[in-house]
């Protein structure tokens, strides 16, 4: 009997504002709320974007106060918190040269070693010289327009760097911490009781990011610091690296000593950190499963790499579709005339833990992970091309499916959550799989949804934008329309596939299961199927029946009620971020070895070891 993979717990931050409690969902379809929920999620976005707080914050905003929310959220020209993109600093380099040499006075410490041919020194008092030189080489200061003018940021005025103590941190590492504290608070139990049911080495914790921390912080400032004239941190390189959401998250969010990891797929990367997960949880090597994803790209060096491939949708590609007067805020544009995908930043978490862990502690229940298939693409000619690694990914999540709940389910209650990365290579491709296989397995008008067209591309954590968006879906039944694009370009093919302009009310009982689908550069392929929650009670249900779904419901009620505290403190703007540097450190001095188990100090539970021969017919 295999472990189902519950989702007990979400939580993160993207362009849409805080994602537990369903709320960057409820962003993105804010026309289709009523007006009670609508002033909810705006009054939540205007604490967390620093315009109300204290008893300021709930309530309805004025005016002025709901447009400024309105446009400091979602995908939108790109503020000058980041870089000044028609400013951009670079250097130039030029070789000068002069009838009459150069001199030049200097610090003599400032000399550089050895000296350049040609230069003569003659030492002055205070510590100076002289230099004569014939010639000289140089970088100038300059500027220059990187042309790429739109990006799916954080809401303007939240810096998830000022909820904690956080010097020095990368801002995608910043993020991890706000992300996952999100997830973990919005569990509603406490985690040190979690971690004690589970057992210490129970626990996995899988994340990452795509691109590194390319910030100041992290690598970015590795590679530029001695060309910069300045100093390598002892910091950069190690804070740098991709697996650091994990290490954070394990350190200073759960002190975790269980299993850890950071699988790193390009933009399928969320999903690849959510398969190790499904994993562990499916075959009992952990009950309790983290997985998250955090990216901050938007550095002038990543955004221009990208523009450079021909990859972003830039000024005048977006000039082609809508004149002089570009509306960057529908700059990601899915399925539709578009001319590059749309950058974004973000973190995205969810807590799965396997069905029994999360009846005995009254977990809340999302949904669950049914499985996530992941294929490659074979021989290629272009490692960022597109290839048939996608058509084994989905069809097998598909297959699957129906074997689980059914042809009636699978045609009928099903969903698409595309990678639509809002090229027009991507439109082509991603709609031809999805049109040829709904064909293939009978389905016809098969909702096809894509989030990136209000958040952007987020890398490493997009398919967490479309883990997250599905949990919503299956709350509220609104299935967000791809609202950036006036029409369906014409070589999309949608035969058998559903591509709204709108969003689409459903009632949240008759959407049974989600795909969530991922394209990534290199051959990176990924799709996993989620279902909704009606349906994982209904299996719960079946393998333990309904007194103990009862019992269940009874222990849910509280931690329901912390749950719900929480979220109506960060709606107020405190997010209460878990940061736990240094706090409850293990003295390997007090670690004990007795029989076949070993007992850790601070760490609730004891470590049980294998003492049985996996290899019994062999050795």
């Given at each position: 009997?295999?472990?189902?993979?519950?989702?007990?717990?979400?939580?993160?931050f993207?362009?849409?504002?805080?994602?537990?409690?369903?709320?960057?969902?409820?962003?993105?379809?804010?026309?289709?709320?009523?007006?009670?929920?609508?002033?909810?999620?705006?009054?939540?976005?205007?604490?967390?974007?620093?315009?109300?707080?204290?008893?300021?914050?709930?309530?309805?905003?004025?005016?002025?106060?709901?447009?400024?929310?309105?446009?400091?959220?979602?995908?939108?020209?790109?503020?000058?918190?980041?870089?000044?993109?028609?400013?951009?600093?670079?250097?130039?380099?030029?070789?000068?040269?002069?009838?009459?040499?150069?001199?030049?006075?200097?610090?003599?410490?400032q000399?550089?070693?050895?000296?350049?041919?040609?230069?003569?020194?003659?030492?002055l008092?205070?510590?100076?010289?002289?230099?004569?030189?014939a010639?000289?080489?140089?970088?100038?200061?300059?500027?220059?327009?990187?042309?790429?003018?739109s990006?799916?940021?954080?809401?303007?005025?939240?810096?998830?760097?000022?909820?904690?103590?956080?010097?020095?941190?990368?801002?995608g590492?910043?993020?991890?911490?706000?992300?996952?504290?999100?997830?973990?608070?919005?569990?509603?139990?406490?985690?040190?009781?979690?971690?004690?049911?589970?057992?210490?080495?129970?626990?996995?914790?899988?994340?990452?990011s795509?691109?590194?921390?390319?910030?100041?912080?992290?690598?970015?400032?590795?590679?530029?610091?001695?060309?910069?004239?300045?100093?390598?941190?002892?910091?950069?390189?190690a804070?740098?690296?991709?697996?650091?959401?994990?290490?954070f998250v394990?350190?200073?969010?759960?002190?975790?000593?269980?299993?850890?990891?950071?699988?790193?797929?390009?933009?399928?990367?969320?999903?690849?950190?959510l398969?190790?997960?499904?994993?562990?949880?499916?075959?009992?090597?952990?009950?309790?499963?983290?997985?998250?994803?955090?990216?901050?790209?938007?550095?002038?060096?990543?955004?221009?790499g990208?523009?450079?491939?021909?990859?972003?949708?830039?000024?005048?590609?977006?000039?082609?579709?809508?004149?002089?007067?570009?509306?960057?805020?529908?700059?990601?544009?899915?399925?539709?005339?578009?001319?590059?995908?749309?950058?974004?930043?973000?973190?995205?978490?969810?807590?799965?833990?396997?069905?029994?862990?999360?009846?005995?502690?009254?977990?809340?229940?999302?949904?669950a992970?049914?499985n996530?298939?992941?294929n490659?693409?074979?021989?290629?000619?272009?490692?960022?091309a597109?290839?048939?690694?996608?058509?084994?990914?989905?069809?097998?999540?598909?297959?699957?499916?129906?074997?689980?709940?059914?042809?009636?389910?699978?045609?009928h209650?099903?969903?698409?959550?595309?990678h639509?990365?809002?090229?027009?290579?991507?439109?082509?491709?991603?709609?031809?799989?999805?049109?040829?296989?709904?064909?293939?397995?009978?389905?016809?008008?098969?909702?096809?949804?894509?989030?990136?067209?209000?958040?952007?591309?987020?890398?490493?954590?997009?398919?967490?934008?479309?883990?997250?968006?599905?949990?919503?879906?299956?709350?509220?039944?609104?299935?967000?329309?791809?609202?950036?694009?006036?029409?369906?370009?014409?070589?999309?093919?949608?035969?058998?596939?559903?591509?709204?302009?709108?969003?689409?009310?459903?009632?949240?009982?008759?959407?049974?299961?989600?795909?969530?689908n991922?394209?990534?550069?290199?051959?990176?392929?990924?799709?996993?199927?989620?279902?909704?929650?009606?349906?994982?009670?209904?299996?719960?249900?079946?393998?333990?029946?309904?007194?103990?779904?009862?019992?269940?419901?009874?222990?849910?009620?509280?931690v329901?009620?912390?749950?719900?505290?929480?979220?109506?403190?960060?709606?107020?703007?405190?997010?209460?971020?878990i940061?736990?540097?240094?706090?409850?450190?293990?003295?390997?001095?007090?670690?004990?070895?007795?029989?076949?188990?070993?007992?850790?100090?601070?760490?609730?539970?004891?470590?049980?070891l294998?003492?049985?021969?996996?290899?019994?017919?062999?050795?």
């Amino acid at each position: 009997m295999q472990r189902l993979p519950v989702i007990t717990a979400f939580g993160g931050f993207n362009p849409a504002g805080r994602s537990s409690f369903h709320r960057g969902y409820k962003r993105m379809v804010l026309d289709r709320l009523g007006a009670a929920e609508r002033t909810d999620i705006l009054s939540d976005l205007a604490a967390l974007m620093g315009l109300r707080t204290g008893d300021a914050a709930g309530g309805p905003l004025d005016a002025t106060l709901e447009q400024a929310v309105l446009q400091g959220t979602l995908v939108r020209e790109l503020e000058s918190r980041f870089y000044d993109y028609r400013h951009c600093h670079f250097h130039q380099p030029a070789e000068l040269r002069s009838d009459g040499g150069f001199t030049f006075e200097m610090s003599a410490r400032q000399l550089p070693s050895p000296l350049p041919e040609g230069w003569r020194v003659e030492p002055l008092d205070n510590g100076r010289v002289r230099i004569r030189a014939a010639e000289l080489s140089v970088m100038l200061d300059s500027y220059r327009e990187i042309a790429v003018a739109s990006a799916g940021q954080l809401p303007t005025g939240f810096e998830p760097g000022d909820q904690y103590n956080s010097r020095f941190h990368p801002r995608g590492l910043q993020l991890a911490i706000l992300g996952a504290s999100d997830a973990v608070r919005a569990l509603g139990i406490d985690w040190d009781l979690v971690a004690a049911k589970a057992g210490p080495d129970k626990v996995s914790v899988y994340a990452s990011s795509a691109m590194s921390q390319l910030d100041p912080n992290g690598n970015g400032g590795l590679l530029q610091s001695r060309l910069r004239g300045g100093r390598v941190s002892s910091k950069q390189l190690a804070l740098g690296l991709t697996s650091m959401p994990a290490d954070f998250v394990n350190a200073y969010v759960l002190g975790s000593v269980g299993t850890t990891g950071a699988v790193a797929g390009a933009c399928a990367t969320y999903l690849y950190n959510l398969r190790a997960a499904v994993e562990d949880i499916r075959c009992g090597r952990a009950r309790v499963a983290v997985v998250g994803a955090a990216e901050a790209p938007l550095v002038p060096e990543v955004v221009d790499g990208y523009a450079t491939m021909g990859a972003l949708a830039n000024l005048d590609g977006l000039r082609k579709i809508f004149g002089d007067d570009i509306d960057f805020r529908r700059a990601s544009r899915p399925f539709g005339d578009n001319c590059g995908f749309t950058l974004g930043e973000g973190s995205q978490w969810a807590v799965l833990m396997d069905d029994e862990l999360a009846l005995e502690l009254g977990a809340p229940i999302h949904g669950a992970v049914a499985n996530v298939f992941v294929n490659a693409d074979g021989p290629k000619k272009s490692i960022s091309a597109p290839g048939p690694g996608n058509y084994l990914t989905v069809a097998r999540a598909m297959s699957e499916v129906r074997a689980i709940l059914g042809e009636e389910s699978l045609r009928h209650r099903s969903f698409v959550q595309a990678h639509g990365s809002s090229t027009p290579q991507n439109r082509v491709t991603e709609s031809a799989i999805f049109d040829r296989l709904a064909g293939a397995f009978g389905i016809e008008h098969w909702p096809v949804c894509a989030v990136k067209a209000f958040v952007g591309h987020t890398v490493a954590a997009a398919s967490g934008d479309q883990l997250i968006s599905s949990l919503g879906i299956f709350n509220r039944g609104i299935l967000p329309g791809i609202t950036t694009i006036d029409r369906v370009a014409d070589d999309v093919y949608h035969e058998h596939l559903s591509l709204s302009l709108t969003h689409v009310e459903r009632d949240p009982m008759s959407l049974d299961v989600a795909f969530l689908n991922s394209k990534g550069f290199g051959g990176n392929n990924a799709t996993a199927s989620v279902l909704a929650p009606h349906i994982v009670e209904k299996m719960l249900g079946k393998r333990y029946g309904e007194h103990t779904l009862t019992d269940y419901r009874k222990r849910n009620e509280a931690v329901a009620e912390r749950a719900a505290a929480y979220d109506a403190r960060a709606s107020r703007g405190d997010l209460d971020a878990i940061y736990r540097f240094g706090e409850g450190l293990i003295d390997e001095e007090g670690i004990s070895l007795e029989g076949s188990s070993l007992k850790l100090p601070g760490i609730a539970g004891e470590v049980i070891l294998p003492v049985e021969n996996p290899f019994s017919d062999m050795v």
